[in-house]
């Protein structure tokens, strides 16, 4: 029996190759996005838990939720630094790392913390806060090389950080095949990212809703990875413990 011509046109887009596609995701901006968003729902004391479910997040999944069908997602890149000084935080990073590494095409690139004095406005007291360093350099050096090494078609950058527009103009100048969509975490916007990339999104919490975790993770060989608490989306989980 001969193919309708709708079902011969689906069947030669389907055949088509499709465009490798790396997404770069800046760790924190994605987590203090969903992070405001539970703040905001809730209260600085007790954010919302059903948005901090979101932080035991399937990333590769949520990628390829934001792709189109002609494009397939090859590799992810996630860049953070790790958390000291905290143990309870220590720990929640850790675990979550540690489910990362549970996907092949995840790649995780470390930046640092490094402490800055801070003066406050109204006492004019000074005190030294954490500031991230190297994530932004990270992200940049890894798009620029990326595109140079002909690695992507797509890249798809989440984030809102404006310091990686320098890093979007050098792959459209010397690659300018290459696409660039930028994803802004939630409650999070650029509009320098947006006027140049190519596209800019919006991940929204069906985006993250669909792309959760498993509670509990299985490694052979290795202990189980098993959701911290404070993600589980229970009630007052979000808690803070005054000690």
């Known amino acids: ?104 095409e995840i790649e995780i690139i470390f930046g640092r913390f490094q402490n800055e004095s801070r003066q406050c406005d109204r006492c004019g007291h000074s005190s030294f806060h954490p500031q991230e360093k190297k994530t932004d350099v990270n992200i940049a050096t890894n798009l620029i090389c990326d595109a140079l090494g002909d690695k992507y078609e797509t890249a798809l950058l989440v984030t809102a950080d404006s310091d990686i527009v320098p890093a979007i103009e050098a792959v459209k100048k010397f690659k300018p095949s290459k696409r660039i969509v930028v994803a802004f975490p939630p409650g999070r916007y650029s509009k320098e990212l947006q006027n140049v990339a190519h596209a800019a999104i919006k991940i929204w919490d069906t985006h993250l809703r669909q792309s959760r975790l498993p509670e509990i993770i299985k490694r052979e060989g290795l202990p189980d990875i098993v959701r911290p608490k404070k993600y589980s989306g229970e009630k007052n989980c979000t808690e803070e413990v005054k000690i």
Do not use: H
Request: hydrophobic share 35%; proline share 4%.
């Open 1 to 104: 029996m001969s193919l309708s011509f709708k079902e011969q046109l689906s069947s030669a887009v389907q055949e088509l190759s499709k465009y490798p596609t790396i997404s770069y995701i800046d760790g924190y901006n994605l987590y203090f996005g969903v992070r405001w968003e539970a703040i905001k729902r809730g209260s600085r004391d007790l954010p919302d838990p059903g948005w901090y479910r979101y932080m035991w997040l399937d990333i590769s999944a949520m990628c390829k939720r934001l792709l189109s069908n002609q494009q397939q997602l090859v590799a992810v890149k996630y860049f953070t630094s790790p958390i000291t000084g905290n143990k309870a935080k220590q720990d929640r990073q850790n675990a979550f790392l540690d489910a990362l590494r549970t996907f092949k």
